[in-house]
């Protein structure tokens, strides 16, 4: 049995994050000693470990639930998880040209820049210039 901060320490994840897991139902309840300290067993560290491993890939939360309920299902096949796994590189090759974008016009905007006054700065030009900014869909954010 494993106390919190052993959990924590093997998985890398902040005590405050598991129980935030608990608390949203990633992760079930753990037993209790009688002095009221929580206890996790090895099942319990593989599921945190599987969680921490999905969040590091960018799962949601959703995501990590639904990949979760699946994987308490071995006999089921693994189309819904290969499609929810889909999903996410699509999201993560969206992000990815987004951030090509985003670096594409920075080092233009640095190029440009002359070491000049404030005044001329083409930085701050660029900047100013919405004509040239990136789409509200190209945005880091969006």
């Known amino acids: 049995m494993l106390t919190i901060g052993t959990l924590s320490k093997k998985t890398g994840t902040k005590v405050q994050t598991i129980r ?10 753990p037993g209790r000693t009688e002095g009221g300290q929580r206890r996790y067993d090895n099942a319990q560290l593989d599921r945190l470990s ?17 990949l979760l309920d699946l994987s308490d299902h071995p006999n089921r096949p693994c189309d819904e998880a290969d499609a929810i796994a889909r999903r996410q590189l699509k999201q993560v090759e969206q992000r990815m040209a987004r951030l090509k974008a985003l670096r594409t016009e920075l080092k233009r905007m640095v190029h440009e820049c002359s070491g000049g006054r404030m005044g001329d700065c ?21």
Do not use: N
Not at 50 to 66: K, P, T, V, Y
């Open 20 to 29: 935030y897991y608990e608390q949203i139902g990633l992760m079930p309840e």
């Open 50 to 66: 599987f969680i921490r491993h999905s969040r590091q890939l960018g799962f949601s939360l959703d995501a990590i639930r639904e």
């Open 122 to 142: 083409k930085v701050l030009e660029v900047l100013r210039d919405h004509s040239e900014c990136l789409t509200e869909h190209e945005e880091i954010g969006a």
